[in-house]
């Protein structure tokens, strides 16, 4: 295995579950000292055993935290600094997709909670490690977005919305701080077969959500749901060396369903 992230130190929000779970899995095989965070502290735990099984000398810090909130923000920044000294690489990844309806019906609370966490909660981990990150004169960000950042996809107004401001932060954030070696980009997954994905199916088509993700992929061109080690091999190489001239950009990674007319 190639060790692109050795003595590298990143953290990954949303680690508890998906794509933060594949990441480091994929990181610590790599190399990689670890912070995982997540609201869902059994989630992280199992997280954590799941990488030791596979990589028994990673090094896995574990922090339980709810990235809507400024202070648990800068606690798992300030935890992860004093565990290891340095941040290499940012996975802001934690995201949730709210409950689906139109604008009109579309919940308030329900906005402000989506926003909250995968908006705010993306620009606070940006505001503190990139504080630490200036100061080092290096780093690598990388944002988790949507196919929903870059198109309409119907029902999801709070998550279309927050995941369309991920794409402004990163090209705003990305122009800023090039100057500072630092890069920071996005990556904008398509339907990939995780636990928010099947969640999302069960509220289309409940018992038959089998069948209604068939019917969802069948309009790929690739005719299937991607696998999220196929999106932690993408998020591995962006937060690696080998991809410090890309930033400010925004990667789709869904088949090619986004640019299908």
């Known amino acids: 295995m190639n060790k692109r992230f050795e003595d590298k130190v990143v953290i990954i ?7 933060g779970r594949a990441t480091a899995l994929q990181l610590a095989q790599e190399g990689a000292r670890l912070a995982l965070v997540d609201l869902n502290r059994a989630s992280l735990d199992e997280s954590k055993a799941v990488i030791l099984q596979k990589s ?14 400024v202070q648990a923000v800068q606690q798992y920044v300030k935890e992860t600094v004093a565990a290891y000294g340095k941040i290499d690489g940012f996975f ?13 019906e579309y919940g308030i609370d329900e906005f ?14 940006m505001k503190y490690v990139l504080e630490v990150m200036k100061k080092q004169g290096f780093g690598a960000i990388v ?13 999801q107004t709070g998550y279309a919305a927050s995941k369309h401001g991920v794409v402004g932060l990163t090209r705003n954030s990305g122009v800023e701080y090039g100057q500072y070696g630092i890069s920071i980009k996005a990556i904008a997954p398509g339907a990939i077969m995780t636990p928010m994905v099947e969640a999302s199916l069960k509220q289309i088509g409940g018992d038959q959500w089998e069948a209604a993700g068939q019917q ?30 890309i930033n400010a950009v ?5 088949g090619g369903q986004s640019y299908k007319y």
Do not use: C, W
């Open 13 to 19: 929000t949303g680690a508890g579950s998906g794509l």
């Open 250 to 254: 925004v990667i789709p990674i869904d």
């Open 143 to 155: 944002n988790t977005a949507s196919v929903g950042g870059i198109r309409g996809v119907g029902n």
């Open 112 to 125: 402000q909670k989506v926003v909250g966490i995968n908006l705010n909660g993306v620009f606070y981990g």
């Open 56 to 69: 028994p000398e990673a090094e896995v810090l574990v922090v339980t935290a709810d990235v809507s909130d």
């Open 216 to 245: 969802f992929v069948s309009v790929n061109p690739m005719k299937r749901f991607g696998k999220p080690e196929e999106v932690a091999h993408l998020v591995a190489f962006l937060l690696s060396d080998e991809a410090a001239f």
């Open 92 to 104: 802001n990844n934690a995201g949730i997709e709210g409950k689906q309806n139109p604008t009109a």
